[in-house]
């Protein structure tokens, strides 16, 4: 899959929502990103460790779970927080 259709895929899974709690965090991972979507912004970079669209969407599972189970707004901030978990999952992947 090219880098641009991840892109796509994340962008999409980022901006669908299921009103559930742990979506509501899906707003701060899209403003993490800048709202910039496109092959120039780095901090995309970690979708080249993932192959597939199912892997992606697990990806944000994955992220907002965390969120919902070990944010701590008291000692980080939401920018820190998945910056974090992104710096640890490329380091595990």
């Known amino acids: 899959m090219v880098f641009k259709s991840k892109i796509e ?48 969407e697990n990806f944000i599972n994955n992220i907002t779970s965390h969120f919902v189970m070990k944010f701590d707004k008291e000692s980080e901030t939401e920018n820190d927080f998945i910056h974090n978990y992104i710096d640890h999952f490329m380091k595990n992947h």
């Open 9 to 56: 895929i994340l962008e999409g899974a980022l901006n669908e929502s299921s009103k559930t709690f742990a979506d509501s965090f899906k707003s701060d991972i899209i403003i993490y990103f800048d709202e910039d979507f496109t092959i120039k912004n780095s901090n995309l970079f970690f979708l080249n460790k993932l192959k597939t669209r199912e892997e992606i």
